[in-house]
């Protein structure tokens, strides 16, 4: 949050159903550019070691589990990469979850 301040990112109060801002709320939108917002995810995640950017490659379908629910467990993209674990995944907090069968 704070990187985005310093880009100058506004933040306003969330006002819900038009009753105005609740007295106990943290919650805020924020005003950015989308550019901007970008920038700062991405040099953010950058800096991250559990994850990787791939650039120049494109997304062109998903990879599931075949459970009588579908759950997706990885990216299937355009230069023939498929990205993913078939044995966990993660949400998307980073935090691993394990799949249920």
């Known amino acids: 949050m704070d990187a985005l301040l310093l880009r100058g990112v506004l933040q306003v109060p969330v006002g ?3 009753l105005g801002v ?4 943290e919650a805020v939108n924020l005003l950015s550019r989308r550019l901007v ?3 700062v995810l991405r040099r ?3 800096r991250e ?4 950017m791939i650039a120049g490659d494109a997304v062109v379908g998903l990879t599931a589990g075949s459970g ?3 759950v997706v467990t990885g990216v299937k993209t355009q230069q023939g990469r498929v990205i993913g674990d078939r ?3 993660r949400d ?3 935090a691993a979850t394990t799949p249920t069968r």
């Open 44 to 46: 953010t995640v950058l």
């Open 68 to 70: 009588r629910t579908p």
């Open 92 to 94: 998307c907090s980073g």
């Open 16 to 18: 819900f159903r038009g």
């Open 49 to 52: 070691p559990r994850f990787g």
């Open 87 to 89: 044995r966990s995944r």
């Open 37 to 39: 917002f970008e920038g």
């Open 22 to 25: 609740a007295k106990d709320s």
